[in-house]
């Protein structure tokens, strides 16, 4: 079955044709500053991760991990190993991040580590790679009311390292079941075009068969690959899917066992066979070659020439039979043998000047062979129908697109971006977006019981989109609006993450150093203002407003929650009040 092509519906209230823009606040923010006992387990790129692949995927990581189960509490792990959390219940009352676990190996002992992930599956289930390979699943017990000691109830070494990017937890029949995304990026010895690399998102599930089993194993290994790091990766609430959104598709290339079957079937039928002979013709007439077999005398080989057919046998082997394109004149065409052991058979045409699509109607087994001549001849007669020039008559009508009068952030990526969802059970593409100019922005969970978010400027604005794999016909709900936001994250050049409220309140990108800004939602004014343009009263206005941090240490880490933001630098974590209520 093919995938079906699906298209986001866009929810016209949900959009402000008449929005004039942010207005500069200067009101201040309150924000305050912890010191960490040790610093951030920072891990930068070595000499060998030199691509814009590696750069998306690790270098841009996000050391800072919202647990968003519970509101306002954030953890990062420091060099010292330890995943440290901070729970605000006020901000003039903080306290000293808290040790909840702590990595059981020496990190500092590997020298091609990756940055450690944590990603929060469930209210009392934590997954956790410690960046050399190892894959963790963590009972935590309920971390929203006196959380007990950390306890791993599954580690396992699955080769290379590799970061999280998404885990659920999942209840069937007494089947306790975790679903991890793992992403890798792996050398390529054979690609000699690309940049020698591939990206590996790994599909993993590890399972305890009932409450009495309390050893958990692995069940379900699926492996795509692609070449693009994908900027959206997360499996659906029930495990029946797989949604990706990325530059390059994604293929799979390993599956389990009980599809491995069909999967090899498919791919035999693409194996690519030798042709059995060559051909090519003039406008008079056909040569075909078909080599000969080992041992083949004259006796062997044996050829009938009709008007309209032909039938070729070596060694009582039917090589070539059935209905020609044309016809031929049938005593004229004749056949020798060469001396590199080959057959060469010359058919003459009696439509002169018919050029043939095809030898023998319905065969697929010879390839057809161009003469240089003859593709220079048809290049000539299509000459009218291009130019070397970009715009070779400028005083038509309709003069072509001039690029320069696009701004920067109006130009998009040639190669446009797709969102495909994958069937749990048989890895085919089910549903496929093309995203076009619907560039990708940043994802949010919005409801933890429910795929993560994504957000993509469509025009100006920038718009949010929910998935939901219980609804076939319309899986993706446009649920707010950050208007005009497409359009001024893109003056941004020092953007290095990009993040939003749950409830939509507000969004918010961060710089390498240093500067936070916050877009509000239009929201009513406590005085009356009017618009002396159209002389018409505001009622609401949305505001914009500029955080600069005491530090010079670079930006590791950025959560957004309804009241605050979360900013982890090297040494440091900021919190900013931005919501006083909820």
Same mark, same amino acid.
């Given at each position: 079955m093919e995938a079906a092509n699906c298209s986001l519906r866009v929810k016209r209230p949900l959009l402000d044709p008449r929005f004039e823009g942010y207005k500069l606040s200067l009101e201040p923010l309150p924000c305050y500053q912890l010191e960490l006992d040790a610093a951030v387990a920072e891990v930068k790129l070595r000499d060998?991760? +030199?691509? /814009?692949?590696?750069?998306?995927?690790?270098?841009?990581?996000?050391?800072?991990?919202?647990? *968003?189960? @519970?509101?306002?509490s954030v953890y990062y792990i420091d060099s010292l190993g330890r995943i440290m959390n901070l729970t605000v219940m006020l901000d003039t009352a903080l306290g000293k991040p808290r040790e909840v676990f702590r990595l059981p190996t020496d990190l500092t002992a590997y020298d091609n580590r990756l940055c450690a992930s944590i990603h929060f599956t469930s209210p009392t289930c934590v997954t956790l790679s410690d960046g050399t390979g190892r894959l963790y699943v963590i009972g935590t017990g309920d971390r929203g009311n006196n959380p007990e000691k950390w306890e791993i109830v599954f580690n396992e070494e699955l080769?290379?390292?590799?970061?999280?990017?998404?885990?659920?937890?999942? /209840?069937?029949?007494?089947?306790?079941?975790?679903?991890?995304?793992?992403?890798?990026?792996?050398?390529?010895?054979?690609?000699?075009?690309?940049?020698?690399f591939y990206v590996s998102l790994e599909w993993v599930t590890v399972s305890k068969k009932n409450e009495d089993s309390k050893k958990y194993e692995i069940t379900k290994h699926h492996v795509l690959r692609g070449k693009s790091v994908p900027h959206y990766a997360a499996v659906?609430?029930?495990?029946?899917?797989?949604?990706?959104?990325? @530059?390059?598709?994604?293929?799979?290339?390993?599956?389990?066992?009980?599809?491995?079957?069909?999967?090899?079937?498919?791919?035999?039928?693409?194996? $690519?066979?030798? &042709?059995? @002979?060559?051909?090519?013709?003039?406008?008079?007439?056909?040569?075909?070659?078909?080599?000969?077999?080992?041992? =083949? *005398?004259?006796?062997?080989?044996?050829?009938?020439?009709? &008007?309209?057919?032909?039938?070729?046998?070596?060694?009582?082997?039917?090589?070539?039979?059935?209905?020609?394109y044309s016809s031929i004149d049938h005593e004229s065409s004749a056949w020798t043998i060469k001396e590199n052991d080959s057959l060469e058979i010359t058919l003459i045409k009696k439509n002169e000047g018919l050029m043939w699509p095809e030898l023998v109607v319905g065969d697929k087994q010879g390839e057809l062979i161009r003469d240089p001549a003859q593709c220079a001849a048809i290049a000539e007669r299509l000459m009218h129908l291009t130019s070397d020039e970009l715009n070779p008559n400028p005083d038509k009508e309709k003069p072509p697109c001039n690029a320069q009068e696009l701004e920067e952030c109006d130009i998009f990526f040639e190669e446009s971006s797709s969102l495909c969802r994958f069937d749990g059970n048989t890895l085919k593409t089910t549903h496929v977006v093309n995203l076009g100019s619907n560039q990708y922005l940043f994802s949010v969970t919005v409801d933890p019981k429910e795929m993560p978010c994504f957000c993509l400027r469509h025009d100006v604005d920038a718009l949010l989109w929910q998935p939901?794999?219980?609804?076939?016909?319309?899986?993706?709900?446009?649920?707010?609006?950050?208007?005009? /936001?497409? +359009?001024?994250? *893109?003056?941004?050049?020092?953007? $290095?993450?990009?993040?939003?409220? &749950? %409830?939509?309140?507000? *969004?918010? /990108? =961060?710089?390498?150093?240093?500067?936070?800004?916050? @877009?509000?939602?239009?929201? &009513?004014?406590?005085?009356?203002?009017? %618009?002396?343009?159209?002389?018409?009263?505001?009622?609401?206005?949305? $505001?914009q407003q500029v955080a600069s941090l005491e530090t010079n240490d670079p930006i590791l880490g950025f959560q957004a929650t309804n009241e605050r933001l979360f900013v982890l630098t090297t040494k440091n974590l900021f919190l900013i009040k931005v919501n006083t209520e909820n």
């Open positions: 060998d991760q +030199y691509t /814009l692949e590696h750069m998306h995927a690790f270098g841009m990581y996000n050391y800072l991990h919202c647990d *968003a189960w @519970y509101q306002d080769g290379n390292p590799f970061i999280i990017i998404h885990s659920i937890s999942l /209840l069937k029949a007494e089947e306790h079941s975790v679903a991890v995304l793992l992403l890798r990026i792996e050398k390529e010895e054979l690609d000699m075009k690309g940049s020698g659906e609430p029930d495990g029946n899917g797989l949604m990706v959104v990325s @530059y390059k598709s994604f293929k799979v290339v390993s599956v389990d066992q009980e599809l491995e079957e069909s999967m090899d079937e498919d791919r035999s039928e693409k194996i $690519k066979v030798e &042709p059995l @002979y060559y051909w090519q013709q003039t406008d008079d007439d056909l040569t075909v070659t078909v080599r000969l077999p080992e041992n =083949c *005398a004259k006796e062997d080989i044996e050829i009938r020439f009709l &008007p309209d057919n032909i039938s070729v046998m070596l060694k009582d082997v039917q090589v070539l039979e059935g209905k020609l939901h794999c219980s609804q076939q016909d319309d899986m993706w709900e446009h649920i707010a609006t950050f208007n005009a /936001l497409g +359009y001024v994250q *893109a003056s941004k050049r020092d953007k $290095k993450f990009f993040a939003c409220s &749950p %409830n939509s309140s507000y *969004a918010a /990108l =961060c710089e390498c150093l240093r500067r936070v800004f916050i @877009y509000r939602q239009p929201a &009513p004014m406590s005085t009356v203002l009017y %618009n002396r343009k159209e002389g018409r009263h505001v009622g609401q206005v949305a $505001k």
